[in-house]
């Protein structure tokens, strides 16, 4: 519980510092008590429909805990969270500020915290400035994978005071500390309306607000050329408030990177259009609502064409050959090799993962023409027949946003399917080149075969003469004998010849036997494995096919049980045939 804390001296006039010195009646006790436990957000939310039951609230809470070490910086000097007040009451045109703390967070929203005179235990707030006709509040990060360079505290004080709807949360998960990009492929659309009948607590005549309001939160995604050369999809996370009363808005801008908020400075800058920062009338202040979202579509169509021109030159660069090379027997003039495959399939992902960001884009632009046109005709929105044509001006200009992200489309499809035929060549020529060096190779062997022969062919010639050579040259026959002129012939000398040389003969030919033997087994136990393997695949899509047919059958609502019973063995049969020899089932 906070102690009471007096309210702060208001600084002088200018144009970055409120210049009111005027505290406002005090908060009514439900709101005020809401924004008094900002750190319990969104649990802590005045609930405006039925979907913001305390179950998925719980649930956002949860989720925020998760998140809150990577998403959140931790070093409180890098703290910083960008104010653009436009029409402040008091102070003029134009109220600035970077807000680096709490504390001064809470003295450029102009709320104190303080002890509840009636109920002591719990904190109350009071307020001393009304909201702006219009207030940007801009998030952002480093870069897209650093965390947000907000508290966790602060944030939630932003939400809880100007009651943002919790499906905000959702597009926020996919900023924060990361190693690599997370939900790239996630768009959205949420929209809430409150246009008759809001929580009295809701209206709070003090800070200007109603109660009766519509807001909206999405994402949209664009593309930025790094420093190094290469593409990154980058995400933005747009809030967007309306009174329908008291016509003020309210924007929050979550990106990594200040190159939205730069944008949005010169929209609403001394150069900007009158028409984008006109508050004169009822019908102005709404006009100028919708000029931001302009700004955002445009933003994600940018550089979309430059991104797809890029992967076309890498798809050219890395397989024009395998088109426009000459491709005659022994001529390539380069060969494919499977890090050659892999990088066609990077890019074949990236354009994939284009096509979706962009499909993305599309519907949350569409959502956001269809929700406004359904605005216009509303019969609780007062301005609804005043602006019809501004309305009608506004979903056309977002027809042609979104016809040029079709288009793009349309040009990452083509560049696909180019991928993948591409891709497809390369694979049929490294087969031809391996075709190639087994026909080479066969045509060796054949030479290889034919000098074997001529070898195994003068060995035969020779053989006789060698064996006869060798075995005159044993003790078996001598011819340097003096007594024995014509030679002498030694029976011992040939008896033991014959022990030694038949059984190893009869030796060698069995373990040649024996060995071919084996490895013949060794071949068959291989070949009935994979035939085994074969029918048990056979066996296992026959009972998915049968399975798959008993499902169909219970799922019929109109066949009669006969016309099932028939069905089903007749059908059975035809698929078992492969097993049962051409028997029905039954059989």
């Not at 005027?22 to 008094?36: E, I, M």
């Not at 993948?420 to 060796?444: I, T």
């Not at 494995?529 to 049968?546: N, P, S, W, Y």
Request: include cysteine; glycine fraction near 6%; charge should be neutral.
């Amino acid at each position: 519980m906070a102690a009471p804390v007096p309210s702060p001296a208001p600084p002088g006039a200018s144009r970055n510092h409120p210049a009111s010195t005027t505290t406002l009646p005090p908060l009514t006790g439900r709101f005020s008590h809401s924004v008094a436990e900002w750190i319990e957000y969104p649990t802590n939310l005045i609930p405006r429909t039925a979907g913001m039951n305390p179950s998925a609230l719980n649930a956002y809470r949860r989720k925020l805990n998760a998140a809150e070490s990577n998403l959140f910086t931790n070093d409180l000097n890098t703290v910083e969270v960008c104010f653009r007040d436009l029409e402040v009451e008091g102070v003029g045109n134009l109220a600035k500020r970077n807000v680096h703390d709490e504390l001064k967070l809470q003295r450029w929203l102009g709320i104190t915290k303080v002890c509840d005179p009636v109920d002591p235990q719990r904190d109350i707030i009071t307020s001393s400035k009304k909201d702006p006709k219009s207030r940007f509040i801009y998030i952002y990060a480093e870069h897209s994978r650093d965390p947000l360079r907000i508290q966790r505290s602060m944030l939630t004080m932003i939400l809880s005071y100007h009651q943002v709807m919790p499906e905000y949360l959702d597009f926020l998960w996919s900023f924060g500390r990361q190693s690599s990009p997370r939900d790239v492929r996630f768009s959205g659309f949420r929209q809430q309306i409150c246009l008759k009948k809001p929580p009295t607590s809701l209206n709070i005549e003090s800070l200007g607000r109603s109660g009766r309001q519509y807001q909206m939160s999405y994402n949209l995604k664009g593309v930025t050329l790094k420093d190094d050369g290469e593409w990154s999809i980058r995400n933005a996370a747009f809030c967007h408030q309306y009174d329908v009363i008291t016509n003020r808005a309210l924007w929050i801008v979550t990106k990594g990177g200040v190159d939205l908020y730069e944008d949005y400075k010169e929209l609403t800058g001394a150069d900007g259009r009158p028409e984008d920062k006109a508050f004169g009338s009822d019908e102005e202040c709404f006009v100028t609502s919708l000029s931001p979202h302009l700004l955002f579509s445009r933003w994600s169509t940018d550089d979309w064409r430059g991104f797809l021109r890029w992967l076309e030159a890498e798809v050219d660069n890395d397989a024009a050959l395998a088109v426009l090379g000459p491709r005659e027997e022994g001529l390539h003039p380069k060969r494919y090799h499977p890090r050659d495959i892999r990088r066609m399939q990077i890019w074949e992902e990236r354009a994939n993962e284009a096509i979706v960001v962009l499909e993305g884009n599309v519907e949350v632009l569409s959502a956001l023409r269809q929700f406004y046109l359904n605005l216009g005709s509303d019969d609780r929105f007062p301005l609804g027949q005043k602006c019809l044509g501004e309305i009608r001006d506004f979903a056309s200009e977002l027809e042609a946003t979104i016809s040029d992200l079709k288009n793009n489309i349309g040009r990452a499809k083509a560049l696909i399917q180019t991928t993948v035929d591409r891709k497809e060549l390369m694979k049929q020529y490294r087969g031809d080149e391996s075709a190639e060096r087994v026909h080479r190779l066969n045509k060796n062997m054949e030479e290889e075969a034919i000098v074997v022969r001529i070898v195994t062919l003068v060995t035969l010639i020779y053989l006789p003469a060698t064996f006869v050579s060798t075995f005159f040259s044993t003790d078996i026959i001598k011819y340097q004998v003096e007594d024995f002129p014509d030679g002498k012939f030694n029976n011992m000398a040939m008896y033991r010849w014959l022990q030694v040389t038949l059984p190893l003969t009869f030796l060698t030919l069995f373990a040649a036997w024996a060995g071919k033997a084996w490895a013949s087994s060794q071949s068959g136990e291989v070949l009935t494995a994979e035939r085994d393997d074969m029918v048990l695949d056979d066996k296992i899509r026959i009972g998915e096919r049968l399975l798959g047919l008993g499902q169909w059958v219970r799922s019929c609502r109109t066949p009669t049980q006969s016309t099932a019973k028939t069905l089903l063995p007749t059908t059975s049969a035809g698929l078992l045939g492969p097993l049962t020899g051409g028997k029905s089932a039954a059989g």
